[in-house]
Every structure is written in C-alpha cells, then in structure tokens.
C-alpha cells in the first residue's frame, strides 16, 4: 500500500472553503485515494474517495492530480463542526487493507 | 440501522487478565478489521478479515487473537493483558463488491485500560 503525506495541521476560517493536501508519490495505477475524519476520538468517518477523476458528493470534492501522485480534500465552506483530523489513505489490492496515517488536525476558527 | 457496534465501551483490565472485544456488522460485509489508536496517534490496523474463516495479521498483531466463525461477528481476543494494550480499539467493516472500490464503517471504539 502506498504512503502518504499531510501536513500535521492547518487552520481554516469559519464559512471559508478548507483545502487539505495530500501527496502519494508512489500510488500504482489501481489504487484509490480515501479521506477519512476523526471527530474527538469518535470512529473514523468516510467521506469520500477516488480513482483518476475528481469526485464531489454532499460533503466534500477531490481533486486528484493528473499524474495521481497528490489529491486535494475541499471542504467548501468549512463550519465549526469540520474540526476534526483528517486522514487521507491510499486503498488497493485484493486485502482491502486500510493502513492510516498521522492525518491533519484541521482547526475551524469561528 | 444499527451499523458496526462494539461492545464494551469502556473496560478497566488487570494485567495478565484475558477478555474478549466483541465486534457485530448488520450490513452483511464480507471484510471486517480491527485498529487501535494511542493518545495522538493515527490508528493502526491489528488484524482483519476478508470473510468468514478467514484472517490474517496487520501492523500489531502481536498479543491479539482473533476468528470469524460468522460473516456478522469479528471478536478480538487478549490472552494475557499487558499496560502496553491499554489504547481505544476500533472495529470497521465494508461491503462486497470491488475490493477497492468499497468505504468502511466504524464502530464507537471500546477504550481500554490494563493497570
């Protein structure tokens, strides 16, 4: 399973959009990017995923680079609730393994 | 729907003492796993299974039993706990389907501690 990078923390401002990075430099061609988040300690929480083509669905886009070596997480307009770290995964193979990260501990200031 | 549930939610073990963390999946998913997580930290993966008699060892296995005799139930069995156990256990499961094509669910967590 290929590695991936986040920055440890970031903040974002209420009602702004929050843009979390991800670099995987040595994803193979049928691997997926993941996000997952941890609210609090709360069980992670999947919220969305991709192969090649950007994604978007009720609460987030991915947008994944052409060469698929880094991903960007947009949380359009982030909210006091999105606080939470931030873990993006790179899934593949017949284990279904997901191996997590030290993720982004994302700070949504009022 | 019920999901993935964990039960106990909080558990207080001597050392050397053995239980078992009980995980139960409604949703008919063939892949189930285990994790802990230690203060700061990221979680990492104990052992998982991709179906009924089968499993396999992840990152930490060591001082972790475990079996699936049924799709629904994925129990995590201590032998001998120790203080380095001490940590918050999640369960996960996903669905069928393409393997890497699929979102896992996660339990509440169960937090332990061995004293």
């Known amino acids: 399973d290929a590695k991936t990078t986040q920055p440890p923390s970031m903040d974002c401002a209420e009602g702004r959009a929050a843009n979390l990075p991800c670099n995987h430099s040595t994803i193979s061609g049928n691997e997926y990017v993941y996000w997952y988040r941890q609210i609090h300690s709360q069980g992670p929480q999947y919220i969305i995923h991709g192969l090649k083509n950007n994604e978007t669905n009720e609460m987030a886009s991915l947008i994944i680079t052409e060469d698929r070596k880094s991903s960007t997480l947009i949380l359009p307009h982030a909210t006091l609730r999105d606080t939470a770290v931030y873990y993006c995964?790179?899934?593949?193979?017949?284990?279904?393994?997901?191996?997590f990260g030290t993720g982004t501990l994302l700070a949504v200031q009022p | 729907n019920a999901g993935v549930t964990q039960t106990p939610k909080f558990q207080v073990l001597k050392t050397g003492q053995s239980m078992t963390l009980q995980c139960a999946q409604d949703?008919?998913?063939?892949?189930m796993s285990w994790y802990r997580q230690d203060p700061g930290m990221g979680l990492r993966l104990i052992h998982y299974?991709?179906?009924?008699?089968?499993?396999d060892q992840g990152e930490v296995p060591n001082g972790y039993n475990v079996s699936r005799s049924t799709t629904e139930d994925f129990p995590l069995r201590l032998l001998s706990a120790a203080p380095s156990q001490t940590s918050v256990y999640f369960c996960?499961?996903?669905?069928?389907?393409?393997?890497?094509?699929?979102?896992?669910?996660f339990g509440q967590g169960t937090r332990l501690t061995v004293v």
């Open positions: 299974s991709v179906g009924a008699g089968i499993t």
């Open positions: 996960a499961s996903s669905r069928p389907g393409a393997i890497s094509n699929t979102e896992a669910f």
């Open positions: 995964i790179v899934r593949g193979g017949a284990t279904n393994k997901l191996i």
């Open positions: 949703m008919n998913h063939e892949y």
